[in-house]
């Protein structure tokens, strides 16, 4: 097989662990669900002897990750996978996601071909997706008040006490249309899978090198999501306040005045996929793409 590009965030064959000497691997696990420990001691028993060193953290939150690991492998569902990418920082370190969870779009592993995936990667002959991630600050009288990084989507929205809100969208300093309703998300390729579809908004191929912009609710007929290039300057300016959300977690109150601009970050998060299951597969699969109604 011959691997394909890693420029423009296409799969290819990988992951690239140390030549001279065994990896060290980080165990990350979501400790709320009963399955996780068996599978840390599953994991510890197959990597024994094969790698240096190995560590388990299975702690919750976005607290930055310690040691130099080579490889992480994550229990839980997709929301282990989006913690990782956040405490990574600007580390590129690959990631097996595992799916101990309901749907597990990002963690793609299931547990049962979970060794098999191991080998092809310590083998450097697993597939590999990279996923670009999205970077934003929030502006507050000139001064960067919030300065962060996605892998799924920034969603501003209204406050509960407020019925709507209204948000001037702005493309590299060109007035483009102004947002009024609940909202509006903005959404990378490999977020658009999430909220963005469950607001109606399009799917993207994970290599795609585009953002949406859905808007939430929007007070007239006439408002449709837009599908841009990321390698992008944008501008989100708030007419009143609202609230900012940043893959599920919630970064804190915006003011009337605030601007969010929004931009390539220059990360990406490199995913250990299973070969045998494809995104269309994965449509399918977990999210009953493309199924007749009632077959």
């Not at 696990?29 to 420990?37: L, Y």
């Not at 900012?244 to 931009?263: H, N, P, V």
Request: charged share 25%; glycine share 10%.
């Amino acid at each position: 097989m011959t691997p394909r590009s890693k420029s423009n965030g296409a799969a290819f064959w990988g992951p690239e662990l140390p030549a001279k000497r065994a990896p060290r691997v980080l165990i990350l696990g979501d400790p709320s669900k009963e399955t996780v420990a068996p599978m840390v001691e599953r994991l510890e028993a197959w990597l024994d002897g094969k790698a240096l060193a190995i560590e388990v953290d299975l702690g919750m939150g976005y607290d930055p990750i310690e040691g130099k690991p080579d490889l992480i492998i994550s229990l839980g569902g997709d929301g282990m996978i989006l913690a990782a990418s956040h405490r990574m920082g600007k580390r590129r370190v690959p990631v097996i996601g595992v799916n101990l969870g309901r749907v597990g779009f990002l963690a793609g592993v299931s547990a049962e071909r979970l060794e098999e995936v191991m080998a092809l990667a310590f083998a450097g002959k697993a597939r590999i997706e990279d996923r670009a991630l999205m970077t934003f600050q929030v502006k507050r009288d000139g001064k960067t008040v919030l300065d962060s990084h996605v892998l799924n989507e920034i969603v501003v929205s209204r406050r509960s006490e407020d019925s709507m809100i209204t948000i001037d969208f702005i493309d590299e300093r060109r007035p483009v249309c102004t947002f009024l309703g609940d909202g509006v998300i903005v959404s990378t390729a490999t977020g658009s899978t999430a909220y963005n579809m469950s607001a109606g908004g399009p799917i993207l191929v994970p290599s795609l090198e585009a953002l949406v912009v859905q808007p939430l609710a929007p007070h007239t007929l006439a408002m449709r999501p837009l599908v841009l290039r990321n390698d992008r300057v944008f501008t989100l300016h708030m007419q009143n306040a609202g609230q900012l959300t940043s893959d599920g977690y919630l970064e804190g109150k915006l003011e009337a005045g605030d601007r969010i601009k929004i931009g390539p970050s220059g990360r990406r998060l490199t995913l250990v996929v299973d070969p045998k299951t494809r995104f269309y597969d994965r449509l399918r699969s977990k999210l009953h793409w493309g199924e007749t109604p009632g077959a």
